[in-house]
């Protein structure tokens, strides 16, 4: 992984060389609020200090707003407290579904990284095995349960077909206990189990049948219209704050300790940041360039949500794209 995220890094930082002269630049220096679904966190490390001048190099100042939840990040772009929401698909499904008028900007994280966990001894080690069973998820609302929805749909399954039980952030705690049988997390949030004595399990990775997106950087019509310039020049940034967590992990996990409301154990910093720099990879080893929207899959995702009754009328997703990130086919 190492020498595929080293090559990845020579190969985008040549693109973005490339492309500079079609970069829109920004005059005077702007202020670009960002909404994140959660506390200034970890693997948002990039997002949270501009002394490498990601941004300022772009004459872009970035505020971070903390949030509770990928909802939480639209809300705030949608009352306009924020610019751009650091948010999930999901959530950016439910407000379309609503009638909000929002433009996808760019993949932060192709990869799924959310998985459905049992110990080793259960005997799960597939979504069949599933049926019947009791399984933790964050929370009603929360992506833990879309995933496992959707993990359940690859298997022939329903929500009907096993009990859902909102345990928590901590739900590792309760499937240790015996409450229950499995629990939905996310990469990140198994490798903080692990840290704290989590043993032997089986995981089952959404991506492993079905890989979309786990985030997504969103924009109001209106901000998409006004902003475009600064937008153009926040993803020039972003894409160089990317980079360097991919080439500098070990920098990236230090930094952490100091910014980072998780960020107190160096080495389970390194952890995090290598899963998010893995989960930051395009979907295909044959495209370079970071953050490139696939359309298809997205749709297919939103399909999915309908099917599921996450949502309640189908989208066009063609019209809530940034056609200038778009993978092209």
């Not at 496992?148 to 309760?174: H, M, R, S, Y």
Request: charged residues 20%; contains cysteine.
């Amino acid at each position: 992984m190492v020498s595929k995220l080293a090559s990845l890094s020579v190969l985008a930082i040549l693109s973005l060389v490339l492309s500079a002269c079609g970069e829109t630049e920004v005059s005077n220096t702007s202020t670009l609020r960002v909404a994140s679904w959660s506390q200034p966190i970890t693997e948002q490390i990039n997002l949270l200090v501009d002394d490498k001048k990601f941004f300022s190099k772009h004459n872009l100042a970035i505020e971070f707003i903390p949030g509770a939840g990928g909802g939480d990040a639209i809300k705030n772009i949608a009352s306009g407290k924020a610019d751009i929401a650091f948010t999930d698909p999901g959530s950016l499904f439910a407000a379309l579904d609503k009638g909000e008028k929002l433009i996808v900007l760019y993949d932060i994280y192709p990869h799924n990284v959310f998985n459905v966990v049992a110990l080793k001894d259960s005997n799960i080690s597939r979504p069949e095995d599933l049926k019947g069973k009791k399984i933790g998820v964050y929370s009603i609302s929360s992506g833990t349960r879309q995933n496992l929805l959707v993990l359940l749909k690859q298997a022939g399954l329903t929500e009907d077909d096993v009990e859902i039980i909102a345990t928590g952030v901590l739900n590792f705690a309760p499937l240790m206990q015996g409450l229950v049988d499995a629990t939905a997390a996310t990469d990140t949030g198994l490798a903080t189990g692990k840290a704290k004595g989590l043993g032997a399990v089986d995981v089952m990775q959404v991506k492993d049948y079905f890989n979309y997106s786990s985030d997504i950087f969103v924009v109001t019509e209106a901000t998409y219209e006004k902003k475009h310039n600064e937008l153009q020049a926040f993803l020039a940034g972003y894409k160089d704050s990317v980079q360097w967590m991919m080439a500098n992990p070990e920098e990236a996990a230090q930094r952490a300790v100091k910014y980072a409301i998780d960020g107190k154990d160096q080495a389970h910093n390194l952890s995090i940041i290598e899963l998010r720099n893995a989960s930051s990879l395009p979907l295909s080893g044959d495209i370079t360039e970071l953050g490139l929207l696939d359309l298809d899959n997205l749709q297919e995702a939103a399909d999915m949500y309908y099917e599921l009754g996450l949502i309640s009328q189908k989208l066009d997703l063609s019209q809530a794209i940034n056609k200038n990130h778009v993978l092209s086919k």
